[in-house]
């Protein structure tokens, strides 16, 4: 049986052109998250005006979460009753559009991996020492 490559056996992966050099490797472009332009490999952003945009963004949107949050943490049956965790849902959804609209659709948060790495005690267990 002969397939698409000509040669009767399985045509390549894509990954083994990539590895072969094929025309689909590309110099990796690290961008800065927020304004998308080329940045170090060491850090996340282009230049400290980014940086504080970036940061500045994520303290205006978690002072509104943090109150739903906290209500939905420890003031459940009021926060059940009020819909809270539907409203955390819709804040974070509205974000993300605003992030694909206004930004090409660079995230707006901190990778889960370097927020966890930062704070050990995150992945404590309670009365475990």
């Known amino acids: 049986m002969t397939l698409s490559n000509g040669t009767g056996g399985p045509a390549p992966r894509p990954q083994a052109a990539v590895a072969l050099g094929g025309p689909s490797v590309k110099k990796r472009v690290h961008a800065c998250l927020e304004c998308g332009e080329p940045r170090s490999a060491k ?14 963004r ?42 694909k609209a206004r930004r090409a659709g660079r995230r707006s948060w901190r990778a889960t991996r370097d927020v966890l790495a930062e704070r050990p005690y995150l992945r404590s267990i309670r009365g475990q020492a």
């Open 43 to 56: 850090g996340e952003f282009c230049s400290t005006d980014c940086r504080t945009a970036f940061n500045n």
């Open 58 to 99: 994520r303290k205006a949107r978690g002072a509104e979460l943090h109150d739903l949050y906290m209500a939905h943490r420890f003031d459940r049956a009021n926060a059940q009753a009020l819909g809270v965790l539907q409203a955390m849902n819709r804040l974070a959804s509205v974000w993300r559009e605003e992030d």
